[in-house]
């Protein structure tokens, strides 16, 4: 089993910046993907970006580089450095990784989710 513990949400004006960590802990031979999703209140879960073992990294076209998603697989640890935050960026953040794990099997996990508030 896998735990992922995410921190670094909280509240910040327009325009701020903020910056998520996801750690995981448990048994891990290797991370297949990180990633952070968002979902703010009657949407869809939806991707943030995520980045690949491969070195490939992916956003929402909503991000339009101000998010950058970065990785310490030797920390199992993923970020999400926020900057030029808007109110519409607001939503619950979760961390999500997919592992090879016990078993050298397989995984997906997610986080329990970090509140983002950006508001003046």
């Known amino acids: 089993q896998l735990q992922l513990v995410e921190s670094g949400g909280g509240l910040a004006q327009p325009g701020g910046s903020l910056r998520l960590s996801c750690v995981a802990s448990g048994t891990i031979y290797s991370f297949i993907v990180m990633g952070w999703y968002r979902q703010a209140p009657g949407k869809q879960r939806e991707l943030v970006a995520d980045?690949?073992?491969?070195?490939?990294?992916n956003y929402a076209d909503s991000i339009e580089g101000r998010f950058t998603i970065s990785r310490d697989d030797a920390k199992n640890t993923v970020y999400l450095q926020m900057n030029s935050l808007k109110p519409e960026d607001t939503a619950v953040y979760y961390c999500k990784v997919r592992v090879i794990g016990e078993g050298f099997r397989e995984y997906g996990y997610w986080g329990q989710g970090t509140q983002v508030t950006v508001s003046s």
């Open positions: 980045s690949t073992n491969g070195g490939v990294t």
